[in-house]
């Protein structure tokens, strides 16, 4: 059977998901997208780097056998992630960690009289 070329036709993917939840879920999903697109601009200031994120919409389609479609939208955002934090540590002879190089001798600061001071290595 051949639908009449008069039939008005979506054309577009915005026009798709506008009919979900009798019009709700489009402008649910705008609004979401505008939180994430606001926290991806924030963390790109805080860490002074680039910002990603992922926005996936799937939509399933079934027809039957006399061309009635059903389709379903479902939607995932996925704003940026925080940075790892890093340390970094000396391993020393036995397997332990430290703060300081090893490999570094240590210097301390004295008082040397007469308001002078000088850098001695540690004892």
């Not at 008069?6 to 705008?30: E, F, H, I, K, V």
């Amino acid at each position: 059977m051949e639908i009449p070329t008069s039939a008005p036709q979506m054309r577009s993917l915005d026009q798709m998901l506008s009919l979900a939840d009798a019009g709700d879920y489009l402008p649910d999903l705008l609004s979401r997208i505008e939180a994430n697109n606001v926290e991806m601009r924030s963390f790109a200031q805080q860490y002074a780097t680039t910002a990603k994120g992922k926005i996936t919409i799937t939509i399933d389609v079934a027809v039957d056998p006399f061309g009635a479609t059903q389709m379903t939208m479902d939607d995932k955002i996925v704003g940026p992630k925080a940075p790892k934090r890093k340390a970094v540590a000396w391993m020393t002879g036995d397997g332990g960690i430290t703060t300081h190089n090893p490999a570094q001798s240590r210097m301390e600061i004295r008082d040397a009289g007469n308001g002078k001071r000088e850098l001695r290595a540690a004892e």
